[in-house]
């Protein structure tokens, strides 16, 4: 089945404490990009790749990293988490470029002590 | 800075009725504008999207209007129904080298019974 995985699905962790998030898909997609939703804010993108090894920032990069090192992962990775950050991220991944459908995995909701 | 404007952030329609769903924008550069939609515990997933070239675009009961002079888009959904309900997010986005999509902040559609 095509899909965009994330795991975890649900993390409680403390601040400053070094997490990872990580998105795998199995479409063989080029693009790749992690979103950060919240309450009256809509979905902001953080990071997007467009390719192995070809990463930029998205509207909101601050406080996050990313890699992608192969092209079905594309890690989310926070260094020192604060409360901030806690919020609903979602990945996602499409064939090619802007203008293709993106496929949104299931989110993983985080809660930053 | 909001990029794209959403508007109503809920809204209640009874079965059968049209929901409208409005978007701007500001920047002209933007060449590409989805519609999502999104139930509770699940990720976004595209349901149509359009491109400046023209006015109009239906699939099923979905239609998109765009106005490229007033920098506005909308979301009509004929004959709405309860499996309706969810949020909507307009989006807006630009191809060659920037492959980010700005969201605007979502609208909650509740069509009751």
């Known amino acids: 089945e095509a899909q965009v995985t994330q795991n975890p699905r649900y993390l409680i962790t403390v601040t400053g404490k070094k997490l990872t998030v990580t998105c795998s898909q199995n479409m063989n997609h080029e693009y790749m990009s992690w979103y950060r939703q919240d309450p009256g804010l809509g979905l902001r993108q953080i990071y997007y790749?467009?390719?192995?090894?070809?990463?930029d920032k998205g509207d909101v990069p601050e406080g996050y990293k990313v890699s992608r090192k192969e092209k079905r992962n594309f890690p989310l990775i926070l260094e020192s988490p604060s409360p901030n950050q806690t919020s609903l991220y979602f990945c996602?991944?499409?064939?090619?470029?802007?203008?293709?459908?993106?496929?949104f995995g299931p989110g993983t909701r985080l809660l930053v002590l | 800075q909001q990029q794209v404007k959403q508007s109503p952030q809920s809204l209640i329609v009874q079965k059968g009725g049209i929901s409208i769903i409005n978007c701007a924008y500001e920047n002209t550069a933007f060449d590409y504008f989805p519609w999502y939609q999104q139930f509770p515990g699940k990720g976004p997933a595209l349901l149509i999207a359009?491109?400046?070239?023209?006015s109009e675009k239906k699939e099923g009961r979905f239609t998109i209007s765009f106005n490229k002079s007033a920098k506005q888009f909308s979301l009509h959904i004929m004959d709405s129904q309860p499996g309706d309900s969810a949020t909507y997010f307009c989006a807006a986005g630009s191809g060659g080298s920037n492959y980010k999509l700005t969201f605007g902040k979502g609208t909650l559609l509740t069509v009751n019974p």
């Open positions: 790749s467009m390719n192995v090894e070809v990463t």
């Open positions: 996602a991944s499409s064939p090619r470029t802007l203008g293709e459908t993106q496929y």
């Open positions: 359009i491109r400046p070239d023209v």
